[in-house]
T-cell receptor
Framework: GDSVTQMEGPVTLSEEAFLTINCTYT??????LFWYVQYPGEGLQLLLK?????DKGSNKGFEATYRKETTSFHLEKGSVQVSDSAVYFC???????????FGTGTLLAVQP | EAGVTQSPTHLIKTRGQQATLRCSPI?????VYWYQQALGLGLQFLLW???????NRGNFPPRFSGRQFPNYSSELNVNALELEDSALYLC?????????????FGPGTRLLVL
């Protein structure tokens, strides 16, 4: 079945460092891909999405490109802030069942 | 625009009791989804309702059930509570049509079963 694998955390960075969180997927069709962020004690917020190959999603300085050839959707940000500290989830929606399949989440801790 | 709302924010029950969780979708959204986020188990899909009908169900026992009302709000009922039902329950909603795949989440209900 469909699945999402993302890098284990925690990821600890200094403020203004470059961020990459790796995400790869397995899907039988052509899924839509998402990054969600969860701040402590809160629900999930949609960060960005891409619905077809080579699409780039972007929001709040974060970017991710849908790479069909490598089945990847890595999250990047050029300069992280302390306020970016959260858990980041990569997810796919395969369409037929319309359910989101999530990775295990990556905890990002940004130190001043 | 108001987001997805859920109530209550916290719920404490004892084993064997029933819990009812509520969700109101974003205005104009017709689909509601329920997910469970339990420690060590990640985010698991529970249920999808659309236009009042159950469209899909995750790998959970029948004591997890729900419904969607004519105003598109939804309830999740968990009967015969077990300790391992303790989790954050997240509701999400999505619009009709091609954008249905994009789900927007509420803040969740944290259920503790003692």
């Amino acid at each position: 079945g469909d699945s999402v694998t993302q890098m284990e955390g925690p990821v600890t960075l200094s403020e203004e460092a470059f961020l990459t969180i790796n995400c790869t997927y397995t899907a039988t069709g052509y899924p839509s891909l998402f990054w969600y962020v969860q701040y402590p004690g809160e629900g999930l917020q949609l960060l960005l999405k891409a619905t077809k190959a080579d699409d780039k999603g972007s929001n709040k300085g974060f970017e991710a490109t849908y790479r069909k050839e490598t089945t990847s959707f890595h999250l990047e940000k050029g300069s992280v802030q302390v306020s970016d500290s959260a858990v980041y989830f990569c997810a796919l929606n395969g369409g037929a069942t319309n359910k989101l399949i999530f990775g295990t989440g990556t905890l990002l801790a940004v130190q001043p | 625009e108001a987001g997805v709302t859920q109530s209550p924010t916290h719920l404490i029950k004892t084993r064997g009791q029933q819990a009812t969780l509520r969700c109101s979708p974003i205005s104009g959204h017709t689909s509601v989804y329920w997910y469970q986020q339990a420690l060590g188990l990640g985010l698991q899909f529970l249920l999808w309702y659309d236009e009042g009908e159950e469209r899909n169900r995750g790998n959970f026992p029948p004591r997890f059930s729900g419904r969607q009302f004519p105003n598109y709000s939804s309830e999740l009922n968990v009967n015969a509570l077990e300790l391992e039902d303790s989790a954050l329950y997240l509701c999400a909603s999505s619009p009709q049509g091609q954008s249905k795949e994009t789900q927007y989440f509420g803040p969740g209900t944290r259920l503790l079963v003692l």
